[in-house]
């Protein structure tokens, strides 16, 4: 009798830690899968360096009332800053969804063919990858292809996480700087222009009051358009804000994520993730 209720004791001490371990691991993937999707709104912002360049070209063109058969514009350095940092952004998106995969047992069908291009010191538009970014992203691509073996899915989570986050860490601060210094920076030019060639246009004595109220809406729609997109931007740089803080805070505590605290800083992150992803969906409207 005292056999079976020892033998009972057991599995009830079995099921409660096991049902505390798949707590803690939703917590995990409830972080993870939100900053996942937080990440790819990146996809949404629709605004591109070399975007910018061949606004640049052609609105120049239109200025000077320059008709051409071909735009003419150069804008290769544009394109190559964009190239950088999709790579980034992909090898970000990828670890998020590994853990986030991982954290719910399951790497089968996960494709890590996006991370297999290599990152390159130098300076590409207006942004400089120097050793730093290289190293980080290339030990994350280095953990993320040894995650989608079987040899490491037997390991603890805990070893993708502590591995990872030193790089995680560097490529997600890039990221928050390139999009919200750089990109929006050609955002700020954009806008300066706009209100110097408009400024000028109702200036001109020649135009009739209807032209200049014509000049005038075109103006404040352009520059409508000019805020939402920079309003866009600040909100994605402050969800990676809050991934990289959050993951901080899991690394951290990676020894412990059973912990009722450990469990209420990752939903609060995970709540701040997805209350600026309505943010940023609401700017899209």
């Known amino acids: 009798m005292k056999r079976v209720i020892q033998q009972n004791r057991i599995t009830l001490f079995l099921i409660i830690a096991g049902l505390s371990s798949c707590v803690s691991l939703q917590k995990v993937n409830d972080f993870s899968s939100t900053s996942s999707k937080g990440i790819k709104e990146f996809e949404e912002i629709n605004y591109s360096f070399k975007q910018h360049c061949i606004y640049e070209c052609q609105f120049d063109s239109i200025r000077k009332f320059v008709i051409n058969r071909e735009t003419g514009c150069h804008c290769d350095n544009f394109a190559k800053a964009d190239n950088v940092t999709l790579l980034i952004y992909n090898a970000i998106k990828g670890y998020f969804d590994g853990l986030t995969n991982l954290s719910n047992k399951d790497l089968t069908n996960y494709n890590f ?121 600040d909100a994605f740089a402050k969800s990676l804000k809050s991934m990289a803080e959050g993951h901080q805070k899991l690394y951290e505590n990676r020894n412990k994520m059973q912990a009722k605290e450990v469990k209420e800083l990752l939903t609060g992150y995970a709540s701040d993730i997805q209350d600026i992803i309505s943010e940023f969906n609401k700017l899209k409207k």
């Open 113 to 233: 063919d996006a991370l297999k291009k290599s990152l390159t010191e130098g300076t590409f538009g207006n942004i400089k990858i120097d050793k730093n970014h290289v190293d980080a992203y290339s030990a994350l691509s280095k953990i993320l292809l040894k995650a989608s073996t079987d040899i490491y899915r037997k390991k603890k989570l805990i070893e993708y996480i502590e591995d990872a986050n030193a790089p995680i860490q560097i490529l997600l601060s890039e990221f928050q700087f390139i999009i919200q210094n750089n990109l929006r920076g050609e955002l700020d030019f954009k806008r300066e222009k706009l209100y110097t060639y408009y400024k000028n246009m109702i200036n001109n004595n020649t135009l009739t009051d209807y032209e200049k109220g014509m000049a005038t809406t075109d103006y404040y729609q352009q520059l409508l358009e000019v805020t939402t997109k920079q309003n866009q931007i």
